[in-house]
């Protein structure tokens, strides 16, 4: 599977297969104050990611700043424990691998 061609719903469905060691959360002060404030393990907030929905993505798929780096990102917007969470991610390795780069509350609303 070529990460390039992906839609949101081969982004979603791939997510939902992987297991805890195939999603990378991405060790960010920012994401490590969110899931530690509202009380959230790695394992919880890799279960929140397993379920974002179609009605939870936001943009994407978007081309990364970096021009070093490879393959698109894709944003959501999901309620976490009553909080809106902004969530980045792309999909590495032909679908075997998701990065997450930002799993933290949304400070653009």
Known sequence: MNPDNLTIYDVINLVRRLSNDQIVIIQREKNSEFMYRLGIS?????????????????????IDENPERK?????????????????????????????????HEDEFN
């Open 71 to 103: 393959h698109f990102l894709w944003v959501f917007k999901k309620n976490v424990r009553g909080v809106l969470a902004y969530i980045k991610l792309k999909i590495i390795n032909y679908g075997r691998i998701a990065i997450v780069i930002s799993f």
């Open 42 to 62: 790695e394992p919880d907030a890799k279960d929140y990611l397993r379920k974002l929905t179609v009605d939870d993505f936001f943009e994407g798929p978007l």
